[in-house]
T-cell receptor, first 116, second 115 residues
Framework: AQKITQTQPGMFVQEKEAVTLDCTYDTSDPSYGLFWYKQPSSGEMIFLIYQGSYDQQNATEGRYSLNFQKARKSANLVISASQLGDSAMYFC?????????????FGSGTRLLVRP | DVKVTQSSRYLVKRTGEKVFLECVQDMDHENMFWYRQDPGLGLRLIYFSYDVKMKEKGDIPEGYSVSREKKERFSLILESASTNQTSMYLCASNTDGAGGYQPQHFGDGTRLSIL
């Protein structure tokens, strides 16, 4: 069965430093997509970055990059130069073709707190 | 930018009431979704729709129904609200565009309390 695992319930990072949020996934479908979302305390779910299973390069989007290691089934999010506004819950999610509902499978999330 | 708008950020209703949660998207997306988010249980799919008037059950459809009469609007209905439906409800939409999986774009969420 498809599964997303985020093993870090909470993390701290100093402002202006980089931080890595871990995500491992499990699927038997060779075609899948991996997504990271940010959820501030206000509740909205904000899409950050996408990586396709066949993409040759690691995805980048501004200060966000995805460290995609296919053989290890990991898709870690790297946030460079952390800002106070980065404090939020971060969710890793996956979609593949095995589920006809098109739904995203979400991990349990990591709460990131950026210290000034 | 994609805009998904949910009708209320906060809603308080009474047990037994019929509750409507509305969601509108402005990007002509085919697919729309309703999730609920609970501490310790993560996000769970209630219903989704891949076209006008089409709907499919997700993982937890019991006690809910949906309506999609127009492409841009997807409504979630609690037929007879119960306290265990107190939750955060998130609407999302996306398209089936070519070239890989497309992200779902979410609304701001509705925090629903059933008293």
């Amino acid at each position: 069965a498809q599964k997303i695992t985020q093993t870090q319930p909470g993390m701290f990072v100093q402002e202006k430093e980089a931080v890595t949020l871990d995500c491992t996934y499990d699927t038997s479908d060779p075609s899948y997509g991996l997504f990271w979302y940010k959820q501030p305390s206000s509740g909205e779910m904000i899409f950050l970055i996408y990586q396709g299973s066949y993409d040759q390069q690691n995805a980048t989007e501004g200060r966000y990059s995805l460290n995609f290691q296919k053989a290890r089934k990991s898709a870690n999010l790297v946030i460079s130069a952390s800002q106070l506004g980065d404090s939020a819950m971060y969710f890793c999610a996956m979609r593949d073709r095995m589920d006809s509902s098109y739904k995203l499978i979400f991990g349990s999330g990591t709460r990131l707190l950026v210290r000034p | 930018d994609v805009k998904v708008t949910q009708s209320s950020r906060y809603l308080v209703k009474r047990t037994g009431e019929k509750v409507f949660l509305e969601c509108v998207q402005d990007m002509d997306h085919e697919n729309m979704f309703w999730y609920r988010q609970d501490p310790g249980l993560g996000l769970r799919l209630i219903y989704f729709s891949y076209d006008v008037k089409m709907k499919e059950k997700g993982d937890i459809p019991e006690g809910y129904s949906v309506s999609r009469e127009k492409k841009e609007r997807f409504s979630l209905i609690l037929e007879s609200a119960s306290t265990n439906q107190t939750s955060m409800y998130l609407c999302a939409s996306n398209t089936d565009g070519a070239g890989g999986y497309q992200p779902q774009h979410f609304g701001d969420g509705t925090r629903l309390s059933i008293l």
